[in-house]
């Protein structure tokens, strides 16, 4: 039974409702695939302001300090935006240094978690790129990325990524899952979990 709908409902009636359930769950998987998408780019322009202005500073230097705290100051449920935060963008702003087109690179289509666990476990550029690009055609979780990278699945699976655009119909995937629960998503947007 859907959403306290009566024994009384006809079978049309059911099935209305049914359909209207799955456009909204594809309403949803869309909105949070744009706050996403969005997310990654303010990301990469933070990180790409932070490359430009302060490109060898470190966690502890005054100027990132200051801009933490003064992002933070107006910005207080984006918890990305520490010192370690602003820094991390400005190592993906150097990585992916195209801004134009990222959320239409695999990368820009992942979760922020996602992208740090590339940024943190691969050291070559090309890999990430592969990887990013399995994650979102096979829209694993964070924890299967991990897997997959520990595993050195590359070295078994050498075809080019392909038909990113099915993966993300699919709106109860993992992936999907991951992003309506992302902290930093629902920061971004100022939601309460």
Known sequence: MLGGMSDEATTDDRATAGDLADTIRQARHTLQRRANAELIGLSWRIGRAVLDSTPDAS????????????????????????????????????????????????????????????????????????????DVQHTWSRSELIRRIDERFHERHDDPPRDYASALRRFDSDLARELTSDPDVRGFLDTAP
């Open 59 to 134: 966690e502890d230097d005054g100027a990132i300090l200051r801009l933490a705290d003064d992002l933070r100051a107006a910005f207080p449920s984006m918890t990305t935006l520490t010192p370690a935060g602003l820094l991390v963008m400005r190592r993906f702003a150097a990585e992916w240094p195209r801004r134009n087109g990222i959320v239409q690179q695999p990368v820009g289509q992942l979760p922020w978690r996602h992208i740090l666990e590339l940024l943190n476990r691969l050291d070559d550029q090309d890999l990430r790129e592969w990887y990013a690009g399995k």
